[in-house]
């Protein structure tokens, strides 16, 4: 009778342990749900855009030059808090970081190289905005305003120039369409043999 007895509490203990297994073994783990969310928040976006650009007179009816190559890869990181553009534009390449800091604006940005400093104006929040403006003091060559606007896959960016004297010198105007990375690659690869060493900025 006692062994009987002896069985049936460990069968029942046996039982409980098994169940409270398959019960943790179902439950999600409290660890997933915050790494899950921990890597959705550091996902960052990356536009590429390819395109090309003119320069020319004020009015636009004079151009310098034929129409030239332009590349522009923006990297969107909201958690970072900033966007970080690398442009090419006909000899030139340069990459432009913006700090985003929450309540503030405009946002300053670095430049590297140093060509410039400036300000970026956001319509709307920064991580979506479809149009923003530049102030861009080029030091001792003058400065300029430039105007970016994005309408479904095509991105206009517009730079009024101005000199020394505050007296507007000329525009250019680039234009740009979104493209997949393979082809933004192919794109930057033929201006790399081209133009990669040694680099001309301006």
């Known amino acids: ?72 890869k923006r990297v969107i990181s909201s958690q970072e808090g900033k966007i970080t553009e690398y442009f090419v534009e006909a000899l030139s390449r340069y990459t432009r970081t913006i700090k985003v800091v929450p309540g503030t604006s405009p946002s300053e940005y670095k430049v590297d190289p140093p060509i410039e400093a400036g300000q970026v104006q956001f319509t ?35 730079h009024k120039i101005f000199g020394p004297k505050g007296k507007v010198t000329g525009l250019r105007t680039v234009l740009l369409r979104a493209t997949k990375p393979e082809a933004y690659m192919v794109k930057l690869r033929d201006w790399e043999s081209k133009y990669g060493a040694p680099q001309i900025f301006r």
């Open 1 to 72: 009778m006692r062994l009987n007895l002896n069985r049936s509490v460990f069968s029942v203990c046996l039982l409980g342990f098994l169940l409270s297994i398959s019960v943790a073994l179902c439950a999600p783990k409290k660890g997933t749900a915050n790494t899950s969310k921990s890597q959705s928040e550091a996902v960052q976006r990356i536009d590429y855009y390819v395109g090309d650009l003119q320069d020319s007179s004020v009015d636009g009816k004079q151009l310098y030059g034929p129409r030239r190559i332009a590349l522009l």
């Open 124 to 158: 709307g929040t920064p991580w979506t905005s479809q149009s923003w403006q530049y102030t861009v003091d080029l030091f001792r060559a003058g400065s300029k305003n430039v105007s970016a606007e994005l309408k479904k896959d095509q991105l206009t960016i517009v």
